[in-house]
Protein backbone atom coordinates (compact mmCIF):
# COMPACT_ATOMS: atom_id res chain seq x y z
CA UNK A 1 0.00 0.00 0.00
CA UNK A 2 1.25 3.49 -0.82
CA UNK A 3 0.02 5.90 2.33
CA UNK A 4 -0.09 9.40 1.23
CA UNK A 5 0.79 12.28 4.04
CA UNK A 6 -0.79 16.07 3.36
CA UNK A 7 -3.18 18.52 2.46
CA UNK A 8 -6.83 17.92 1.91
CA UNK A 9 -8.66 21.21 0.44
CA UNK A 10 -11.98 22.02 -1.40
CA UNK A 11 -11.21 24.00 -4.77
CA UNK A 12 -13.90 26.82 -5.45
CA UNK A 13 -12.94 27.90 -9.01
CA UNK A 14 -14.69 30.94 -10.99
CA UNK A 15 -13.79 32.03 -14.26
CA UNK A 16 -14.08 35.84 -14.36
CA UNK A 17 -13.23 38.62 -17.13
CA UNK A 18 -11.24 40.06 -15.11
CA UNK A 19 -9.47 39.42 -11.52
CA UNK A 20 -11.06 42.07 -8.62
CA UNK A 21 -9.59 44.90 -7.19
CA UNK A 22 -9.61 45.55 -3.42
CA UNK A 23 -13.30 46.45 -2.86
CA UNK A 24 -14.35 45.48 -6.04
CA UNK A 25 -16.54 42.86 -6.98
CA UNK A 26 -16.68 41.08 -10.33
CA UNK A 27 -19.60 38.33 -11.53
CA UNK A 28 -18.34 35.27 -13.16
CA UNK A 29 -18.90 32.29 -14.75
CA UNK A 30 -21.01 29.07 -12.57
CA UNK A 31 -18.18 28.40 -9.88
CA UNK A 32 -16.43 24.25 -10.13
CA UNK A 33 -16.30 22.66 -6.65
CA UNK A 34 -13.47 19.95 -6.64
CA UNK A 35 -11.30 17.75 -4.48
CA UNK A 36 -7.75 19.52 -3.99
CA UNK A 37 -4.63 20.04 -1.38
CA UNK A 38 -1.72 18.39 -2.87
CA UNK A 39 -2.08 15.49 -0.76
CA UNK A 40 -5.34 14.09 -1.89
CA UNK A 41 -4.51 14.85 -5.89
CA UNK A 42 -1.44 12.90 -5.38
CA UNK A 43 -3.65 9.79 -3.75
CA UNK A 44 -6.17 10.38 -6.47
CA UNK A 45 -2.88 9.83 -9.01
CA UNK A 46 -2.09 6.88 -7.77
CA UNK A 47 -5.23 5.45 -7.06
CA UNK A 48 -6.44 6.15 -11.00
CA UNK A 49 -3.40 4.02 -11.66
CA UNK A 50 -4.08 1.12 -9.73
CA UNK A 51 -2.39 1.80 -6.86
CA UNK A 52 -3.70 0.68 -3.50
CA UNK A 53 -3.40 4.17 -1.77
CA UNK A 54 -4.50 5.37 1.67
CA UNK A 55 -4.33 8.75 3.00
CA UNK A 56 -3.61 10.87 6.20
CA UNK A 57 -4.57 14.16 6.44
CA UNK A 58 -7.45 16.70 8.28
CA UNK A 59 -10.69 17.83 7.21
CA UNK A 60 -12.89 19.61 8.87
CA UNK A 61 -16.68 17.99 10.28
CA UNK A 62 -18.42 20.39 7.63
CA UNK A 63 -20.18 19.95 4.41
CA UNK A 64 -16.81 19.96 2.22
CA UNK A 65 -15.06 17.67 4.78
CA UNK A 66 -17.61 14.86 3.76
CA UNK A 67 -17.51 16.30 -0.11
CA UNK A 68 -13.79 15.70 0.12
CA UNK A 69 -13.94 12.40 2.09
CA UNK A 70 -17.15 11.25 -0.71
CA UNK A 71 -15.07 12.43 -3.65
CA UNK A 72 -11.89 10.34 -2.13
CA UNK A 73 -13.81 7.35 -1.66
CA UNK A 74 -14.87 7.51 -5.37
CA UNK A 75 -11.67 7.65 -6.67
CA UNK A 76 -11.14 3.98 -4.30
CA UNK A 77 -8.36 5.90 -1.91
CA UNK A 78 -8.90 4.60 1.59
CA UNK A 79 -9.95 7.49 4.23
CA UNK A 80 -10.08 5.56 7.49
CA UNK A 81 -6.66 7.61 8.56
CA UNK A 82 -7.93 10.76 7.32
CA UNK A 83 -8.77 12.89 10.87
CA UNK A 84 -11.98 15.15 11.97
CA UNK A 85 -10.87 18.54 13.13
CA UNK A 86 -12.64 21.25 14.63
CA UNK A 87 -11.12 23.45 12.59
CA UNK A 88 -12.71 23.95 8.80
CA UNK A 89 -11.76 22.15 5.77
CA UNK A 90 -8.99 23.72 3.95
CA UNK A 91 -10.52 25.59 1.09
CA UNK A 92 -8.89 27.51 -2.19
CA UNK A 93 -10.39 30.32 -3.63
CA UNK A 94 -9.85 30.89 -7.26
CA UNK A 95 -10.36 33.32 -9.65
CA UNK A 96 -9.53 32.72 -13.41
CA UNK A 97 -9.32 35.61 -15.58
CA UNK A 98 -9.88 35.88 -19.61
CA UNK A 99 -6.11 35.08 -19.83
CA UNK A 100 -5.82 32.39 -17.76
CA UNK A 101 -4.03 34.21 -14.97
CA UNK A 102 -5.17 33.27 -11.27
CA UNK A 103 -5.80 35.11 -7.80
CA UNK A 104 -5.84 31.99 -5.77
CA UNK A 105 -6.93 32.60 -1.72
CA UNK A 106 -5.66 29.31 0.38
CA UNK A 107 -7.56 29.26 3.83
CA UNK A 108 -5.35 26.26 5.74
CA UNK A 109 -7.95 25.41 8.10
CA UNK A 110 -8.00 21.74 9.06
CA UNK A 111 -4.63 20.84 7.39
CA UNK A 112 -3.48 23.07 10.26
CA UNK A 113 -4.36 21.06 12.73
CA UNK A 114 -2.53 17.88 11.10
CA UNK A 115 -0.39 17.11 13.94
CA UNK A 116 2.96 14.65 15.13
CA UNK A 117 0.68 12.35 16.88
CA UNK A 118 -1.46 11.42 13.93
CA UNK A 119 1.50 9.90 12.42
CA UNK A 120 2.60 7.75 14.88
CA UNK A 121 1.49 3.72 16.02
CA UNK A 122 0.10 2.08 13.33
CA UNK A 123 -0.40 5.04 11.00
CA UNK A 124 1.61 4.05 8.39
CA UNK A 125 2.01 0.45 8.70
CA UNK A 126 2.04 -1.98 5.75
CA UNK A 127 3.14 0.86 3.56
CA UNK A 128 5.53 0.31 1.69
CA UNK A 129 5.51 3.44 0.48
CA UNK A 130 5.03 6.52 1.87
CA UNK A 131 4.73 10.07 -0.04
CA UNK A 132 4.95 13.30 2.01
CA UNK A 133 4.39 17.19 0.69
CA UNK A 134 5.12 20.33 2.78
CA UNK A 135 1.42 21.79 2.18
CA UNK A 136 1.13 20.65 6.33
CA UNK A 137 2.92 22.20 9.48
CA UNK A 138 6.28 21.66 9.97
CA UNK A 139 6.15 19.29 12.74
CA UNK A 140 3.81 17.15 10.95
CA UNK A 141 5.85 16.99 8.07
CA UNK A 142 8.70 16.16 9.55
CA UNK A 143 7.49 13.39 12.21
CA UNK A 144 5.81 11.38 8.89
CA UNK A 145 9.58 11.52 7.14
CA UNK A 146 11.13 10.20 10.78
CA UNK A 147 7.72 7.53 11.69
CA UNK A 148 8.26 6.73 7.82
CA UNK A 149 11.80 5.65 8.30
CA UNK A 150 11.28 4.16 11.57
CA UNK A 151 9.07 1.50 9.98
CA UNK A 152 10.64 0.64 7.14
CA UNK A 153 8.72 2.66 4.43
CA UNK A 154 10.30 3.88 1.38
CA UNK A 155 9.83 7.63 1.11
CA UNK A 156 8.96 9.83 -1.78
CA UNK A 157 9.13 13.43 -0.42
CA UNK A 158 7.61 16.38 -3.06
CA UNK A 159 9.18 19.31 -1.14
CA UNK A 160 6.51 21.56 -2.48
CA UNK A 161 5.57 24.28 -1.33
CA UNK A 162 9.13 25.67 -0.05
CA UNK A 163 8.46 27.84 2.84
CA UNK A 164 11.28 30.56 3.61
CA UNK A 165 14.27 29.50 5.15
CA UNK A 166 13.43 25.93 4.87
CA UNK A 167 17.02 24.44 4.88
CA UNK A 168 18.32 20.79 2.55
CA UNK A 169 19.27 19.13 6.13
CA UNK A 170 15.37 19.17 7.02
CA UNK A 171 14.88 17.28 4.25
CA UNK A 172 17.33 14.60 4.71
CA UNK A 173 16.93 10.73 3.64
CA UNK A 174 14.41 10.48 1.72
CA UNK A 175 14.49 7.78 -1.05
CA UNK A 176 13.19 10.16 -3.64
CA UNK A 177 13.08 13.90 -3.45
CA UNK A 178 10.70 15.12 -6.08
CA UNK A 179 10.96 18.89 -6.87
CA UNK A 180 9.94 21.56 -9.48
CA UNK A 181 12.59 23.76 -11.43
CA UNK A 182 11.36 26.89 -9.25
CA UNK A 183 11.77 24.37 -5.87
CA UNK A 184 15.02 23.07 -6.85
CA UNK A 185 16.25 26.73 -7.32
CA UNK A 186 14.87 27.67 -3.94
CA UNK A 187 16.33 25.06 -1.97
CA UNK A 188 19.65 25.20 -3.84
CA UNK A 189 20.06 29.29 -3.55
CA UNK A 190 20.17 28.76 -7.09
CA UNK A 191 18.74 30.98 -10.09
CA UNK A 192 16.03 29.12 -11.50
CA UNK A 193 17.13 26.98 -14.47
CA UNK A 194 14.82 25.24 -17.88
CA UNK A 195 18.69 24.08 -18.80
CA UNK A 196 18.23 20.49 -18.51
CA UNK A 197 21.69 20.24 -18.37
CA UNK A 198 21.94 22.72 -15.43
CA UNK A 199 18.91 21.11 -14.20
CA UNK A 200 20.84 17.73 -13.97
CA UNK A 201 23.33 19.31 -11.69
CA UNK A 202 20.89 20.61 -9.62
CA UNK A 203 19.30 17.28 -9.21
CA UNK A 204 22.84 15.73 -8.65
CA UNK A 205 23.55 18.64 -6.01
CA UNK A 206 19.81 17.70 -4.65
CA UNK A 207 21.16 13.87 -4.53
CA UNK A 208 23.40 14.65 -1.74
CA UNK A 209 20.49 14.87 0.95
CA UNK A 210 18.28 12.30 -0.26
CA UNK A 211 18.93 8.67 -2.32
CA UNK A 212 17.62 10.35 -5.56
CA UNK A 213 16.07 13.43 -6.76
CA UNK A 214 13.94 14.18 -9.57
CA UNK A 215 13.22 17.95 -10.67
CA UNK A 216 10.36 18.52 -13.38
CA UNK A 217 10.68 20.47 -15.91
CA UNK A 218 7.14 21.56 -17.58
CA UNK A 219 7.33 20.57 -20.99
CA UNK A 220 11.09 19.58 -20.93
CA UNK A 221 9.74 16.43 -18.90
CA UNK A 222 12.54 16.00 -15.80
CA UNK A 223 15.62 15.22 -15.09
CA UNK A 224 16.66 12.68 -12.15
CA UNK A 225 19.98 11.62 -10.35
CA UNK A 226 21.12 9.35 -7.59
CA UNK A 227 22.00 6.15 -6.67
CA UNK A 228 19.30 4.86 -9.02
CA UNK A 229 21.12 6.19 -11.85
CA UNK A 230 20.66 9.39 -13.66
CA UNK A 231 19.36 11.10 -17.07
CA UNK A 232 17.03 13.48 -18.55
CA UNK A 233 13.68 11.76 -20.02
CA UNK A 234 11.83 14.42 -22.37
CA UNK A 235 8.96 15.51 -22.11
CA UNK A 236 5.78 14.05 -24.22
CA UNK A 237 4.63 16.75 -26.90
CA UNK A 238 1.17 17.48 -26.28
CA UNK A 239 -1.11 20.23 -26.73
CA UNK A 240 -1.36 21.36 -22.99
CA UNK A 241 -4.70 23.47 -21.80
CA UNK A 242 -4.19 23.17 -18.04
CA UNK A 243 -1.02 22.48 -16.45
CA UNK A 244 -3.10 22.79 -13.44
CA UNK A 245 -1.98 19.30 -11.13
CA UNK A 246 1.00 18.28 -13.32
CA UNK A 247 3.46 18.07 -10.70
CA UNK A 248 0.87 16.33 -8.54
CA UNK A 249 0.25 13.32 -11.38
CA UNK A 250 4.06 13.07 -11.69
CA UNK A 251 4.61 12.28 -8.02
CA UNK A 252 1.61 9.91 -7.97
CA UNK A 253 2.74 8.27 -11.24
CA UNK A 254 6.48 7.90 -10.09
CA UNK A 255 5.60 6.21 -6.70
CA UNK A 256 3.13 4.11 -8.12
CA UNK A 257 6.22 2.84 -10.92
CA UNK A 258 8.46 2.45 -8.13
CA UNK A 259 6.36 0.66 -6.00
CA UNK A 260 6.45 -1.85 -9.27
CA UNK A 261 9.82 -2.16 -8.93
CA UNK A 262 10.41 -0.10 -12.44
CA UNK A 263 13.72 1.68 -12.94
CA UNK A 264 14.26 5.00 -12.17
CA UNK A 265 14.67 6.10 -15.60
CA UNK A 266 11.31 3.45 -17.08
CA UNK A 267 9.34 5.49 -13.55
CA UNK A 268 10.84 9.34 -15.05
CA UNK A 269 9.27 8.42 -17.91
CA UNK A 270 6.11 6.75 -16.97
CA UNK A 271 5.67 10.18 -14.60
CA UNK A 272 5.79 11.93 -17.75
CA UNK A 273 3.30 10.22 -19.64
CA UNK A 274 0.80 10.65 -16.77
CA UNK A 275 1.21 14.21 -16.47
CA UNK A 276 1.67 15.29 -19.94
CA UNK A 277 -1.93 13.43 -20.26
CA UNK A 278 -3.04 15.44 -17.66
CA UNK A 279 -2.23 18.92 -19.15
CA UNK A 280 -4.54 17.90 -22.12
CA UNK A 281 -7.62 18.03 -20.01
CA UNK A 282 -8.89 21.01 -17.88
CA UNK A 283 -8.89 20.61 -13.86
CA UNK A 284 -6.46 18.96 -11.47
CA UNK A 285 -7.80 15.83 -9.73
CA UNK A 286 -10.32 15.14 -12.63
CA UNK A 287 -7.66 15.63 -15.37
CA UNK A 288 -5.43 12.72 -13.87
CA UNK A 289 -5.36 9.24 -16.38
CA UNK A 290 -6.43 5.97 -15.42
CA UNK A 291 -3.60 3.20 -16.54
CA UNK A 292 -5.36 2.00 -19.69
CA UNK A 293 -4.60 5.29 -20.80
CA UNK A 294 -1.51 5.12 -20.65
CA UNK A 295 1.19 2.54 -22.67
CA UNK A 296 2.60 -0.37 -20.50
CA UNK A 297 6.14 0.14 -19.07
P1 LIG B 1 4.62 21.87 -11.47
O1 LIG B 1 3.25 21.50 -11.92
O2 LIG B 1 4.93 21.43 -10.08
O3 LIG B 1 5.02 23.29 -11.75
P2 LIG B 1 6.01 21.05 -13.90
O4 LIG B 1 5.46 22.24 -14.57
O5 LIG B 1 7.47 20.81 -13.97
O6 LIG B 1 5.62 20.98 -12.35
O7 LIG B 1 5.24 19.77 -14.49
C1 LIG B 1 5.36 18.50 -13.93
C2 LIG B 1 5.42 17.47 -15.03
O8 LIG B 1 4.25 17.57 -15.83
C3 LIG B 1 6.58 17.62 -16.00
O9 LIG B 1 7.74 16.97 -15.52
C4 LIG B 1 6.02 16.96 -17.24
O10 LIG B 1 6.13 15.56 -17.13
C5 LIG B 1 4.54 17.32 -17.19
N1 LIG B 1 4.22 18.56 -17.95
C6 LIG B 1 3.95 19.78 -17.45
N2 LIG B 1 3.69 20.67 -18.44
C7 LIG B 1 3.79 19.99 -19.59
C8 LIG B 1 3.63 20.30 -20.99
N3 LIG B 1 3.31 21.56 -21.39
N4 LIG B 1 3.82 19.33 -21.91
C9 LIG B 1 4.16 18.06 -21.54
N5 LIG B 1 4.32 17.69 -20.25
C10 LIG B 1 4.13 18.62 -19.29
Redesign the pocket.
Same mark, same amino acid.
Given at each position: MISVVGSVNVDLAVRVPRLPRPGETVQGEDAQVGLGGKGANQAVAAARLGADVGLVAAVGADAFGRLALEQLAREGVQTGRVKRSPRPTGLALIGVDAAGQNSILVSPGANADLAPEDLDGQALAHSAWVVVQLEIPRPAWRRALAAAREAGCRVALNA?PVAPGLGLAELEGADWLIV???EAAQLLRAEPTADPGRALEYARRLAGRAANAVV /?? =??Q??VFAGAAGEGHAA????R?VD /?T =??????SGALVVALSEGASAAEAVGF??AA??L??TRPGAAAAMPRRAELEPR
Open positions: SNEV /TL =GEGAGRRVA /T =GAGDTFANAAAT
